[in-house]
T-cell receptor, first 112, second 117 residues
């Protein structure tokens, strides 16, 4: 069973701080990794994807991938109350399967 | 707006009713998905269609019946549901190139909030 693990949280950070969200996955051959944000009662929206080892930056967001450790993280700099949401990690396992496997999500709370 | 629409947005049905959920994507994608999201659980993949052909059925009970008449439309027909089927049902689409590229990002519709009484 291919798995994606996330700490459910809540992760609470003060406004302006860096929020660090972590995700581990079970399939060493996985190639594509996605971070989605989901506000309460809404559908997931893509924040960013990463498929190479290292860091990828997009505005206040940085995704970090370490395939050797089977670990992907999302850093949010200068956290804002509007960043309060559940962050879903998704992995495309290297099995020929087209669909993504999602973690259960980490709830982030940014305190004003 | 992601280019994926779903109707209805909310649905209340009894256990003996028959209803259908509709999804339409305007992105020119060739793959479409149904997911179920229950409270405090991960997104659960239900069905995958690629070029109108069902490629995955994730052990979904037969009371859920998908239909994909073309690459832009996807339906989920519901009958004799149980209260535990109450959840947010999400449709997604992607461009499946057969290789692991970011173009295979899945874009979600707004979902249908289903309550089974």
């Amino acid at each position: 069973q291919k798995e994606v693990e996330q700490n459910s949280g809540p992760l609470s950070v003060p406004e302006g701080a860096i929020a660090s969200l972590n995700c581990t996955y079970s399939d060493r051959g996985s190639q594509s990794f996605f971070w989605y944000r989901q506000y309460s009662g809404k559908s997931p929206e893509l924040i960013m994807f990463i498929y190479s080892n290292g860091d990828k930056e997009d505005g206040r967001f940085t995704a970090q991938l370490n395939k050797a450790s089977q670990y992907v993280s999302l850093l949010i700099r200068d956290s804002q109350p509007s960043d309060s949401a559940t962050y879903l990690c998704a992995v495309k396992f290297d099995t020929g399967r087209r669909a993504l496997t999602f973690g259960s999500g980490t709830r982030l709370q940014v305190q004003p | 707006e992601t280019g994926v629409t779903q109707t209805p947005r909310h649905l209340v049905m009894g256990m003996t009713n028959k209803k259908s959920l509709k999804c339409e994507q305007h992105l020119g994608h060739n793959a479409m998905y149904w997911y179920k999201q229950s409270a405090k659980k991960p997104l659960e993949l239900m069905f995958v269609y690629n070029f109108k052909e069902q490629t995955e059925n994730n052990s979904v009970p037969s009371r859920f019946s998908p239909e994909c008449p073309n690459s832009s439309h996807l339906f989920l027909h519901l009958h004799t549901l149980q209260p535990e089927d109450s959840a947010l049902y999400l449709c997604a689409s992607s461009q499946d190139s057969g290789r692991q590229f970011p173009q295979e990002t899945q874009y979600f519709g707004p979902g249908t909030r289903l309550l089974v009484l």
